[in-house]
């Protein structure tokens, strides 16, 4: 606990009441650099695992009973949070790990963008979240396109022991893609009004991409995983 220690120790007023606002409502709408940056984000995403569900070749038949119960599953676990250090993490490897072999693979982006967005449905639909705030949900979604790819390019259809190089690439792929889109993501608050350029750094350091990768590596695919992904960005959505 030495590392998550030394994260909060660095912490500054601004992100310690960040930490205490996680269920607090967010009926503002996303405005300026925040919108087109998770538009941006969002629409990206969605291109790209449009591409993939269209061209990677299809292993097995949409079930659609099947795909709509890990949606659900999803959103589910996406309402999950668990603290560590100033973020937290939810638990959907549960499901994501499954859903890459139990459904077309390429169509494994688009089916998690779906959960990650019903997951925040309750609040929408009180009020408490604005709709707009659906692209961060969007965006929350690029984990899975890097394990997707890397099990497409490798013609992957179920787990095998002999495939563990591939599987671990997957793996790979997913804290490499899922930090890389996060930090890009968290460059847009230095104009934010609870936080400065200085602080951003401290978000996106080498320290606490260590501390996400670390902490999947540990987990995955055993139980209980928990997603680096699903580490928020500076500002809560």
Do not use: C
Request: glycine share 8%; no cysteine.
């Amino acid at each position: 606990m030495r590392i998550i220690d030394d994260l909060r120790s660095g912490l500054t007023p601004a992100v310690e009441e960040l930490h205490q606002s996680w269920d607090k409502g967010r009926p503002e709408p996303l405005r300026g650099r925040e919108l087109a940056a998770e538009a941006v984000t969002a629409a990206a995403f969605l291109a790209v695992a449009t591409l993939m569900a269209v061209l990677v070749p299809a292993e097995r038949a949409f079930d659609a009973p099947l795909a709509a119960t890990l949606v659900a599953t999803y959103a589910v676990m996406a309402r999950v949070r668990f603290p560590i250090g100033y973020g937290f993490t939810i638990p959907t490897q549960l499901v994501l790990v499954p859903m890459l072999f139990l459904v077309p693979l390429g169509e494994v982006p688009l089916l998690v963008a779906a959960g990650m967005v019903l997951g925040g449905l309750p609040e929408y639909l009180r009020g408490d979240r604005h709709p707009t705030r659906a692209l961060a949900a969007i965006g929350d979604s690029w984990h899975a396109v890097g394990p997707v790819a890397v099990l497409a390019a490798a013609g992957v259809a179920a787990p095998e022991l002999g495939d563990w190089p591939v599987l671990l690439a997957a793996l790979v792929a997913q804290v490499v893609v899922d930090n890389g889109v996060a930090t890009l993501r968290e460059m847009r608050v230095d104009d934010a009004a609870a936080y400065t350029p200085g602080q951003t750094l401290t978000v996106t350091s080498p320290r606490w991409a260590f501390l996400r990768s670390s902490i999947w590596v540990r987990d995955w695919p055993m139980p209980p995983p928990i997603d680096s992904g699903r580490v928020p960005s500076t500002i809560p959505r």
